[in-house]
């Protein structure tokens, strides 16, 4: 009866060392749930019972962007000087506060405002002999405009027929072709445009340029065709005076004075005596 009870015995439990369990832990404790522990079931979905997929939602087409004019910020309209080519230009002070617009032979320069034709030079006087300020520019109109502005446009390949000193234009108005007169000889074609204002021709450096020109440009070609230099030119005669002294290429260049030429001496001829 004994033998039977321990037969049964090791038949039941798992071989192993008196007083260490056999059975994994992990089985031990889903053998023996904690204390206090709840054993939930989760039913399994009926059929139907699946969430419902979210439905594609298509956004209201909107209406088209109003577009709305750039305000206006002066009297004044502004066009950009070169008309009718591809242009390209530097925004940065390089010598001069001026410009150069590059642009093909032939291109239109027209008058940037409203304003009386001041000066028209339609001869390349320039050489580089002497390179003299005054002459740097070759062929060129300067535009006085009624918003008290002086615009010129300089390096011109040739001046339009009618445009003299005192002749009215307006904006937009055709005044040159596009070249490379002047100390731009050796470069490929361009328009020198420069801001300033009214003075004597005898001060041919303010008329080169005083007020930087690039803020305008871009704003007269991509933006607001009102923005206008009239403040700033103001601004800037109170604080150098209407005829500032030149500063940045001044002088010219010196000419050599001629060798006087020394006629050869003629040969002393011998006396010779007079036979009576």
């Not at 023996?32 to 989760?42: E, M, W």
């Not at 100390?183 to 003075?199: C, E, G, H, M, V």
Request: charged share 20%; hydrophobic share 35%.
């Amino acid at each position: 009866m004994t033998g039977a009870v321990l037969a049964a015995g090791a038949c039941g439990s798992p071989a192993g060392v008196a007083g260490v369990s056999t059975v994994p832990p992990a089985v031990a404790a889903e053998a023996a749930p904690a204390p206090d522990s709840v054993t939930a079931t989760i039913p399994a979905p009926e059929p139907g019972d699946e969430p419902a997929a979210t439905p594609a939602v298509t956004p209201p087409k909107g209406d088209e962007p109003v577009q709305v004019p750039p305000p206006k910020v002066s009297e004044f309209t502004y066009t950009f000087p070169v008309q009718g080519c591809d242009t390209s230009y530097q925004s940065k002070l390089l010598v001069l506060p001026k410009t150069t617009i590059w642009a093909a032979k032939g291109c239109s320069f027209v008058s940037p405002v409203d304003g009386v034709v001041h000066e028209v030079n339609i001869k390349n006087r320039w050489r580089p002999s002497t390179d003299r300020g005054q002459d740097r520019e070759g062929r060129f109109v300067t535009v006085l405009g009624d918003d008290g502005v002086l615009y010129l446009g300089g390096h011109l390949d040739a001046v339009a027929p009618g445009v003299a000193p005192g002749v009215r234009v307006k904006s937009g108005q055709v005044l040159g072709q596009v070249g490379n007169s002047g100390n731009a000889r050796d470069t490929a074609s361009n328009l020198y445009f420069a801001i300033s204002w009214k003075t004597e021709p005898s001060l041919w450096w303010v008329r080169r340029g005083m007020v930087e020109p690039w803020d305008y440009l871009d704003a007269w070609l991509k933006g607001n065709r009102t923005l206008s230099p009239a403040a700033e030119t103001r601004a800037l005669i109170e604080r150098v005076g209407a005829a500032p002294k030149c500063a940045i290429l001044c002088a010219a260049k010196a000419t050599p004075d001629p060798k006087p030429t020394r006629r050869a001496k003629k040969p002393v001829e011998e006396s010779k005596p007079v036979t009576p």
